[in-house]
Nanobody, 123 residues
Framework: QLQLVESGGGLVQPGGSLRLSCAAS????????IGWFRQAPGKEREGVSC????????NYGDSVKGRFTISRDNAKNTVYLQMNSLKPEDTAVYYC????????????????WGRGTQVSVSS
């Protein structure tokens, strides 16, 4: 069964950090670009970051540039999202998704999706 599983979410105070993981099972991740998306209650899904299959190109949304870092370890079939200087507006369910080789801004082009992990930033 092909699936992505996110982990690492939780409750953190403003200014804190979390590291999300996206682990693949049933397929090899190194042929896929991995995107992180988030959706807050009452808001549209937003692209957060993406890393291409080889790992040398990363994209970030304007709202997270300089605070979030995406990386991948293909040997572990896992992609990470390091989130620093978290703000209350970062509160959302975070999803990872896979698309062949090259990042896409269109969420509809992604082939596989995880079920999400909740990130809450609050004092």
């Amino acid at each position: 069964q092909l699936q992505l599983v996110e982990s690492g979410g939780g409750l953190v105070q403003p200014g804190g950090s979390l590291r999300l993981s996206c682990a693949a099972s049933g397929f090899i991740l190194d042929a896929y670009a991995i995107g992180w998306f988030r959706q807050a209650p009452g808001k549209e899904r937003e692209g957060v970051s993406c890393i291409n299959s080889a790992g040398y190109r990363q994209n970030y949304g304007d709202s997270v540039k300089g605070r979030f870092t995406i990386s991948r370890d293909n040997a572990k079939n896992t992609v990470y999202l390091q989130m620093n200087s978290l703000k209350p507006e970062d509160t959302a369910v975070y999803y990872c998704a896979a698309v062949r080789y090259i990042c896409s801004e269109l969420s509809s082009t992604y082939n596989y999706w995880g079920r999400g992990t909740q990130v809450s930033v609050s004092s």
